[in-house]
């Protein structure tokens, strides 16, 4: 069927199409998309004025800023009874666009912007805005909702008390928690971090992207990154527990008898946990091997410390480990950092005893430090006593000759120090 269109000048109404120049502003939304959702916008627009937008053509050029909007119409007698349906139009009606048109032609005329009114045209521009800002939204959780576990640098932009706003590469803005921050973490706007992203939620439809550098899956990426045997899969982190900035334990096993996975891990003297521990702020970073065989797992879950011996009760999941005097302060740790995390790697509660079935051991006095007063021990190390026996032998009634203690203490000390031994 023959169609013929007449041509008219551009309509110069921009009001909507300057919106073109702003949305390629936006991120991670594809052309393609973009035009998608302007034309679904305008033929909105179209419904609401005429019924249908099946008779319409939608074209666009984003490059230029322009909007066209073409009825398409078929030409029918005067007198049919098609007369005011959507897509007819009367053979007067269309004579009076081109007079050479006749009946069975189609006839295409431009509706303008202006035929709309400016309300409508507004609340368009207003629904293409929102609709792309959503979709904009909606991409960036789904792109970080993929990557949740994986390492991400970012500048920081914002400091608040509880929180830190930093932007990606992208400029998409990321939230570091006071909590999920190493204690020893100080930043200042314009600093660059590392983090792992912990999750990704939508709060009143708009991304709220948590990172960490306090959750172990922070050191697991750490050390793929530095660790190529990891990153290879030859080496497997079996488990990892942290207390950040103070003390991580980190379990590796290796499927390949050649390859010694805490080696691997550590690096010729140092060199490979020596960059995961400074950017983990001096954590200080125990590798060991995994075992299947518990009663060696929690051993090697105490190092430093060696053990004497174990007493495993799987029902109660709880363990005893005997270990000599000078071992003791090692299992447990400064500020309990060790034996806190051999528990949590291990899964087992882990009590700590001296072992004293040696007849000729004997026990620091320091090791008593929680036990009797500072200046009670000072007492005795002027005596020249640095060990529990030697204080035994040297008996009460001289205690109290050459020292300051008063007879009940003298015997509350002893009493103290041979409980050690029995």
Known sequence: MPVKTKTQPLNQNQVLISSFSEFKEFKNIDRATMMRIMEDVFRSMVKRKFGTDENFDIILNTEKGDLEVWRNREIV???????????????????????DFEVGEEVSDEIKLDDFGRRAVLAARQTLVQRVLEL????????????????????????????????????????????????????????????????????????RIVISRTDPAFLARLMEMEVPEIFDGLITIRSIVREPGERAKVAVESYDDRIDPVGACVGMKGSRIHGIVRELRNESIDVINFTNNLELFIQRALSPARVVSLEINKDTNKVNVFLKPDQVSLAIGK??????????????????????????????LDEFADEIDGWVLDELKALGCDTAKSVIKIGLEELVRRTELEEETAAQVLAILRSEFE
């Open 136 to 207: 904009e939204k909606d991409n960036i959780y789904k792109k970080y909702k993929d990557r949740v576990g994986d390492i991400i640098t970012g500048e920081v932009y914002q400091i608040w008390k509880k929180e830190i706003l930093v932007l990606d590469d992208e400029g998409n803005e990321l939230i570091l928690p006071k909590n999920e921050q190493i204690p020893a973490d100080f930043y200042k706007k314009g600093d660059t971090l590392k983090a792992v992203i912990l999750r990704v939620e939508m709060q009143n439809i708009t991304p």
């Open 335 to 364: 500020g309990g950092h060790n034996i806190r995390l051999a528990a949590k790697l291990t899964g087992y509660e882990i009590d700590v005893f001296r072992d004293v079935q040696d007849d000729d051991s004997d026990v620091d």
């Open 77 to 99: 007698e005067d007198d049919s009874e098609d007369v005011g349906q959507p897509d007819k139009i009367s053979l007067t009606e269309a004579q009076a666009i081109e007079p």
